[in-house]
């Protein structure tokens, strides 16, 4: 009791101290600062965004970046328009896509299994799961006929055609849509906030139809409640049926009703299990969503619940389940499938009868608690100002997000206005993901993106295929994460690609690199955006040859950082 | 006391082709620092049918289950399997590795799994490579905690390596590891106007302002001088070795050259898929068959290749679960949950079968259909962590795990 209640006071102390803190915004920036800005909001400098910043000031920099309703963005509009399956629904995605998919993957096994197959002894169920792992089936997906070349023979045998081609292309469209959003669109902070909210509430497209369900999950879940209010972005992510399949909350139910022989033997079982349960095995509690919504979504591992407490959220959210997921249905409450009796989540007691209430009534809970405040403030902080973030600031943030009522909006102003961010100290302290490292590339050369499905294959050389992060942690966000012998190589290559224009479908204008009116160093400080060091500095002098002044200047350790 | 990073950078490996590594450079090596004890571990991915890979032939219930796939008892077809105790009995197509087993060089461990009942290959696979059956937020595998558990000062960036386009859940984590497609493709690709970019590359990090930055750095162009001076594509296997055409069996030549060329591996990681027969799985021939001739055939060559190297490497099969006792009505198996793991080389005390054997009588199955688990598959790893790796506190490597060598099975000798 004590500890909740010095909790409560510090927390207090927090708030007055942020109110009477006046935001740090400099008034005539320098360039590192603007650049600093620039390398946080956005996914990097382009030519000419400095000065752009510069003119407009910082502070209303931020906040259109905070409103990216009222940023013009038809150009970004115009460039994915191409994309046929952007607008789809899940269920029309299955129906086009996934179910004559699988009706052919069906068709190869009857034929394999007629033919008595000892050929490629290879189960079209293998095939399929098999890419489903290596493939990344919706984000690094597409690229299907480079990927072939690195296949072993024994593996291309097996390369789908038709339906089954046509739906890795069209699941590979939400990848190429995100990487040329963080690219080209005007709402970059937005566009930097969809990644790390996604990442947030991670869910695996390698997961069985969960492919399917991660369009609709970005575009209607995630994408327009970034800058909304918390509770109202875990309540849609409770509800959608990609994490509800991801962590099995689906097939979750009370286990007294599943060993009711009425129950749960035709019904309950059947919304889209893989393999159909074994005879005699009631479907019972799955704790999975409801570990990873406290440990995760809410409160942080430390954050002050018990394995008592993930019993009962489960037992909450029995019955929240998908109305037949191969076919791409929606949410649906299964009261047979619901533990309605009593519940105590933290402390608070959850009447019997709530009937889907119990989950949105924990969702309240967890919502609000202090831990939850502290432990999304702790990671905003830390992807916007250090691996590390200062305590004072997390205890800001985390207040004006406990005073706001989980406003995502004004927890980001917080910190984007804060001393701590504009501190000299968190200028390039961060090591950049190989999403931000990518497409800062595009972006700090004016890359004009063709295709972008050799950028999908890269981000997974580099170790962050998207949409494919098993765990449900997401990626990390720390240098530890992402410095390590094999990616580093990889991200120098694919500097030399993108500047000997070898990536394929992705054109660098190398005319304006060339050495002449301004010298290596400053050519490579433009790209970096920060001045080159001095040993950098010299590599560079010695080179004249404009694609190799880009690949060293991509590759090198100054660029690795934001 | 030299270590073999130094003995390396001072020029020692330039002589060591892959292959054609001089006796007194070995011996030199090994006075340096010692060879490692290296692991390989091999992923089944797909859950294969381990009762028709290690067929219990001694079992009636197998052959009532099993009237079209079973694999008929030793001397009674042509084709039938290979008998190992008088109760088990290999595939046929796994005989290669039968002389492994009469020489004690190959163990097996039979009904071992998971305590978790998940019957999702992706669930399933997720918590054997994280070894937290249950737990799915674990974010890194039991291997690179194994990393983690035995730092020491001459780690190189070959330390661990899967042969793989991309690093395994089991191998993913702080601890360095590298993912290599192929290992003459491992380095700065130069071409055209970018011909010469690696040394500017090199010394720019040499320079790095950021101490992170500037040790990898110098570590990857370390790495790359490493496996150059190596020279892969020069790679000949020993002692007539002949491995089968498949990726897979690319991925254990690749394993035993980088074990004979001394770059300081410690885990290597190989998987093989095609595992999942629901339909036509077929006995002593058919797709099992075809999938277990090219796994049998890989290990053997992989053995014979590395020679007398067998005595710091040991080899560890596992699958994500087994499948199930009875055939189905596609004349395949479907999902199941018991199965066995295979170990061969060092320290393994082998020519026999470890576990204790449930039975397949349907009451002694698991949920009435299934091999039941009788050794945890974190007791099989923890035996291979704490007696192979030589991991003293093997506690942070199985986080939620009480690790007891009581429990372990022995197949291992205690050095």
Not at chain 2, 323 to 336: F, I, K, M, Q, S
Request: aromatic share 8%.
């Amino acid at each position: 009791m004590t500890a909740i209640r010095i909790l409560a006071l510090s927390l207090a102390c927090a708030t007055l101290a942020a109110r009477n803190r006046p935001a740090a915004i400099p008034d005539n920036p320098d360039a590192a600062t603007i650049l600093h800005l620039l390398k946080r909001t956005s996914y990097g400098p382009r030519p000419g965004d400095l000065e752009r910043v510069r003119e407009i000031g910082l502070a209303k920099y931020i906040d259109q970046q905070l409103h990216p309703e009222r940023l013009a963005d038809a150009a970004m509009s115009a460039r994915l328009s191409g994309f046929d399956t952007l607008d789809m629904s899940t269920r029309e995605l299955a129906e086009r896509y996934y179910i004559p998919a699988m009706m052919e993957r069906r068709a190869r096994q009857r034929e394999r299994a007629t033919n008595g197959e000892t050929q490629t002894g290879q189960s079209p169920d293998a095939a399929n799961q098999r890419a489903e792992r290596q493939r990344g089936v919706a984000g690094a997906g597409g690229g299907a006929p480079a990927q072939n070349q690195k296949m072993p023979s024994e593996m291309r045998r097996e390369q789908p055609t038709g339906a089954m081609r046509e739906e890795r292309e069209a699941l590979a469209e939400l990848g190429q849509q995100r990487l040329l959003r963080a690219v080209y669109s005007e709402r970059q902070l937005n566009e930097v906030l969809v990644d790390f909210w996604f990442n947030h509430f991670n869910v695996f497209a390698g997961k069985g139809v969960d492919r399917i369900y991660l369009l609709e999950y970005e575009r209607d879940v995630i994408r327009p409640r970034v800058l909304g209010n918390f509770r109202d972005l875990l309540g849609a992510v409770a509800e959608s049926p990609a994490m509800l399949f991801y962590l099995d909350n689906w097939m979750s139910a009370d286990p007294e009703v599943a060993n009711k022989p009425t129950m749960l033997r035709g019904r309950g079982r059947r919304p889209g299990s893989s393999k159909p349960p074994p005879p005699g095995r009631p479907r019972g509690l799955n704790e999975n969503y409801a570990r990873e919504l406290l440990e995760l979504h809410t409160l942080g591992v430390d954050g002050g619940y018990a394995q008592k407490d993930v019993v009962e959220v489960a037992r909450a959210f029995t019955g929240w389940t998908i109305e037949n997921p191969r076919r791409g249905g929606s949410f649906r409450f299964e009261p047979r499938m619901h533990d309605d009796r009593e519940k105590i989540v933290l402390g608070q007691r959850i009447a019997a009868g709530g009937g889907k209430k119990d989950g949105q009534r924990v969702l309240d809970i967890v919502a609000t608690h202090p831990s939850t405040a502290r432990f999304i403030a702790t990671k905003l902080a830390r992807r916007f100002v250090a691996d590390d973030p200062p305590p004072a600031l997390v205890d800001r943030a985390a207040a004006r997000f406990r005073e706001t009522g989980g406003d995502l909006r004004e927890t980001v102003r917080t910190i984007l206005t804060s001393a701590e961010f504009f501190d000299p100290a968190a200028r390039n302290a961060k090591v950049k993901s190989p999403l931000e490292f990518v497409a800062s590339a595009l972006r700090a050369t004016g890359a004009e993106v063709g295709s972008a499905l050799p950028l999908l294959r890269s981000l997974r050389d580099l170790g962050m295929p998207l949409y494919m992060c098993q765990p449900p942690t997401g990626y990390g966000d720390t240098a530890e994460d992402w410095v390590n012998t094999g990616a580093l190589l990889n991200r120098m290559n694919f500097a030399v690609g993108l500047a000997d224009g070898s990536l394929g479908g992705i054109r660098v204008n190398l005319d304006r690199f060339a050495v002449g009116s301004s010298n290596q160093a400053s050519i490579a400080g433009s790209i970096i955006g920060a001045q080159p060091s001095g040993p950098t500095a010299a590599t560079l002098a010695k080179t004249g040859e404009p694609a190799k002044l880009v690949a060293l200047s991509l590759g090198s350790p100054e660029f690795q950082k934001r | 006391m030299i270590s073999r990073r130094v003995f390396v950078k001072n020029g020692g490996l330039a002589l060591v082709s892959l292959g054609f590594a001089p006796a007194f450079l070995a011996r030199a090596a090994e006075a340096a620092g010692g060879r490692r004890r290296i692991l390989v571990a091999i992923f089944q991915r797909g859950a294969v049918d381990g009762l028709n890979m290690i067929v219990p032939h001694g079992e009636r219930a197998y052959y009532a289950a099993r009237p079209t796939i079973a694999v008929q008892r030793p001397g009674t077809a042509v084709d039938a399997a290979v008998d190992l105790d008088g109760f088990f009995g290999l595939h046929p197509r796994m005989a290669p590795l039968k002389p492994l087993f009469d020489r004690r060089e190959l163990a097996i461990v039979h009904a071992t799994g998971s305590p978790d009942s998940t019957r999702s290959h992706f669930d399933a696979q997720d918590y054997m490579e994280s070894a937290t059956p249950g737990v799915k937020s674990t974010r890194d595998g039991w291997l690179n905690r194994c990393l983690h558990a035995r730092e020491h000062q001459n780690a190189t960036p070959f330390r661990a390596v899967a042969l793989a386009p991309q690093l395994p859940r089991a191998l993913q984590g702080t601890a360095q590891a590298l993912a290599i497609g192929r290992l003459n493709q491992f380095g700065i690709r130069e071409r055209g106007a970018n011909a010469g970019v690696s040394p500017s590359f090199e010394s720019e990090y040499a320079a790095a302002a950021d101490r992170v930055l500037k040790e990898t750095g110098s570590e990857a162009f370390e790495a790359i001088r490493m496996l150059k001076n190596a020279d892969p594509s020069r790679y000949r296997p020993a002692n007539g070795a002949q491995y089968p055409r498949s990726a897979f069996a690319e991925a254990l030549r690749q394993i035993a050259q980088l074990v004979k060329a001394d770059v300081g591996l410690e885990v290597a990681f190989a998987e093989t898929g095609n595992w999942d027969h629901h339909v036509n799985e077929g006995a002593s021939t058919g797709q099992l068959a075809f999938r277990l001739d090219d796994f049998a055939r890989g290990i053997a060559a992989f053995t014979a290749d590395l020679g007398e190297r067998m005595a710091d490497v040991l080899v560890l099969t596992m699958s994500e679960f087994g499948r199930a006792v009875a055939e189905n009505g596609n004349r395949g198996t479907d999902h199941g949950h018991g199965n066995a793991m295979i170990a061969i080389g060092a320290g393994v005390r082998g020519g026999r079968i470890y576990g204790d054997w449930p039975g397949l009588d349907p009451q002694k199955r698991f949920e009435g259909r299934d091999l039941a688990v009788t050794t945890d598959f974190r007791d099989v790893f923890a035996e291979v962590a704490v007696r192979h790796l030589g991991i003293a506190d093997p506690s942070p490597v199985f986080p939620g795990f009480r690790v007891s060598q009581t429990r372990f099975r022995g197949f291992l000798a205690a050095s």
